[in-house]
T-cell receptor, first 115, second 109 residues
Framework: DAGVIQSPRHEVTEMGQEVTLRCKPI?????LFWYRQTMMRGLELLIY????????DSGMPEDRFSAKMPNASFSTLKIQPSEPRDSAVYFC?????????????FGSGTRLTVV | SQQGEEDPQALSIQEGENATMNCSYK?????LQWYRQNSGRGLVHLIL?????REKHSGRLRVTLDTSKKSSSLLITASRAADTASYFC?????????FGPGTRLSVLP
């Protein structure tokens, strides 16, 4: 398996533009997590899905952020409109149903810069 | 929240020395994990220790867990320059794992 695949690796966009980050989890993993990492706040859980259903989105900072998982092999995180404070590295991670016993597999992340 | 807290925030050692990082947490846990993050990369799962375990080994890694003190330690023996990375502990907060702020380890050649 190629692991968790995220795209793009880097994204530079202007304030006010829409940004879409993509994630392909490991086949067979039931859980998918979106994290944001910054120097100031560390790793923050934004939202996670179980069997394509959003379970907890309490970490999504505001209505400008939305996430979808239309099928078991694809998820998107969208920011509209983007703001400079959204600049961060966004990680996607997946895990099997027994996540407590196996931990998470992370993608390489998308570094987002909003200017 | 259940967030673990790593200590120290940063650690610098010479190649060949041992590196010890600690993690403290506030409430009862089922499992605790350690992850490594190389610069510009995602986190990589290193080891998981369950609440009924006291010690686990994986290669040059040794993890201990003291549930009475609500703390865990990660020991890297005979460190190498390639061990330079940030190390995070993650505690299960019920619905998912919560990550601490990490320890930045620098291994100097």
């Amino acid at each position: 398996d190629a692991g968790v695949i995220q795209s793009p690796r880097h994204e530079v966009t202007e304030m006010g533009q829409e940004v879409t980050l993509r994630c392909k989890p490991i086949s067979g993993h039931d859980y998918l997590f979106w994290y944001r990492q910054t120097m100031m706040r560390g790793l923050e859980l934004l939202i996670y899905f179980n069997n394509n259903v959003p379970i907890d989105d309490s970490g999504m900072p505001e209505d400008r952020f939305s996430a979808k998982m239309p099928n078991a092999s694809f998820s998107t995180l969208k920011i509209q409109p983007s703001e400079p404070r959204d600049s961060a590295v966004y990680f996607c991670a997946s895990s099997p149903s027994s996540w407590k016993n196996y931990g998470y597999t992370f993608g390489s992340g998308t570094r987002l810069t909003v200017v | 929240s259940q967030q673990g807290e790593e200590d120290p925030q940063a650690l610098s050692i010479q190649e060949g020395e041992n590196a010890t990082m600690n993690c403290s947490y506030k409430t009862s846990i089922n499992n605790l994990q350690w992850y490594r993050q190389n610069s510009g990369r995602g986190l990589v799962h290193l080891i998981l220790i369950r609440s009924n375990e006291r010690e686990k080994h994986s290669g040059r890694l040794r993890v201990t867990l003291d549930t009475s003190k609500k703390s865990s330690s990660l020991l890297i023996t005979a460190s190498r320059a390639a061990d330079t990375a940030s190390y995070f502990c993650a505690t299960d907060g019920g619905q998912n794992f919560v990550f601490g702020p990490g320890t930045r380890l620098s291994v100097l050649p």
